[in-house]
């Protein structure tokens, strides 16, 4: 029996459009961005895009290594290629990654520092991807760089980004509720919460929730990572439900734990690129698909039955 965790969660059936997911193969980079896509407001009434709705998305967990990287570079690349401009901001300052898991690290000659100290312009420290021009990164500082980056300067700084078009700027912000993620959280209106289903995950999670909160921040969407199905079935591992209703955020995804996001991040190349797609790489599809207001197939992450997976691979290679 297929068990649909996502079909449960009401939260997006508000969003009526749907539309065939674009393989590798399909470049939907001169697709533009507004003409068919709808954006899902925070008061939940369906809006149409224009260049005012920029939106800067903070990618927070509290806890550490429960997958912030791995999800701001899975979404970013995936919104990249529905053809959206995207801004990737490394605001994980003593443990930079984004830019080794998008495979740009020897690209990185400047980072933010750069800019507030006047060695740099922004164009000069925003790094475009190859693969998709429309992804740019950008590295708030190196790492052994000082750190003296403030509030102000982060709001100024993604402001000056905000004028270079971009639609969406994710900004990965680091573990721990500090001044690190005090100042990652300043320019953002939204935030994905990033956690495990484990319990002091959970609970950082939660703590990060009030503090969002207590920011200003309310337009908050949980992803929880690392779901092993066969755990869940015997009652090893919290359900994504569960996790759900404990933190009482409405969700955006369910990630499996799955190895090929290991060999992803050690080739710099995103599981969304994969020619061949993984369960994984279709969750965060999927999830990217649900931030930009679009409503999506329910993913079935309980071990796929014999044909399941290739059917899943036609329906979003539009093959079928
Ligand atoms: P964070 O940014 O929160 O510290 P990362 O994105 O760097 O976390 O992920 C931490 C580690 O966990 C990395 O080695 C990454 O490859 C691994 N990881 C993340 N998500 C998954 C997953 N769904 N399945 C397997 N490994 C994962
Ligand atoms: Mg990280």
């Known amino acids: 029996m297929f ?3 996502f ?26 961005p507004g003409e068919t896509t709808v954006f899902l407001s925070s008061s939940s009434n369906l809006v149409s895009s224009d260049k005012q709705n920029e939106r800067v998305i903070v990618i927070t967990s509290g806890k550490g290594g429960v997958g912030k990287t791995t999800t701001t570079a899975n979404l970013g690349m995936s919104i990249a290629r529905l053809g959206y401009r995207v801004a990737l901001i490394d605001a994980d300052i003593g443990l930079r990654n984004l830019d080794l898991l998008l495979g740009l690290e020897n690209r990185v000659l400047y980072t933010a520092m750069d800019i ?23 590295a708030i500082s190196k790492n052994r760089q000082k750190y ?28 721990g509720i500090d001044v690190g993620f005090i100042n990652a959280i300043a320019p953002a209106q939204e935030a994905v919460i990033v956690t495990t289903p484990e319990i002091t ?10 503090l969002l909160e207590a920011n200003g921040i309310y337009n908050v969407k949980l992803l929880v990572n ?15 439900r569960d996790v759900q ?14 190895t090929n996001v290991i060999i992803s991040t050690n080739r710099g190349e995103p599981l969304v690129l994969n020619k061949k797609l ?4 279709i969750a965060f599809e999927n999830a990217a698909r649900r931030l930009i207001g679009k409503q999506d197939y329910f993913i079935d992450l309980t071990s796929p039955q014999k044909g399941m997976f290739q059917k899943l691979q036609e329906f979003f290679l539009g093959e079928d």
Not at 116 to 138: F, M, S, T
Not at 226 to 240: A, E, L, Y
């Open 226 to 240: 690392r779901v092993r199905p066969d755990m869940i079935q015997k009652n090893d591992m919290m359900s994504v």
């Open 278 to 281: 993984t369960l994984s790489g």
């Open 148 to 175: 003296n980056v403030t509030r102000k300067n982060m709001q100024n700084l993604i402001d000056s980004v905000k004028e270079l078009g971009f639609h969406f700027i994710l900004i990965d912000c680091p573990a």
């Open 7 to 32: 079909f449960f969660f009401t939260n997006f059936t508000n969003m009526t459009e749907t539309t065939k997911f674009g393989g590798p193969e399909n470049d939907l980079s001169n697709q533009k």
């Open 245 to 258: 209703e404990m933190l009482g955020i409405p969700l955006l995804g369910a990630i499996p734990e799955d």
């Open 3 to 5: 068990l649909f965790y």
């Open 116 to 138: 507030v100290e006047g060695q740099c312009r922004l164009d000069q420290a925003l790094i475009r991807d190859k693969r998709w021009k429309n992804l740019a990164l950008l």
């Open 201 to 210: 995950a959970i609970r950082d999670a939660d703590r990060v929730a009030g």
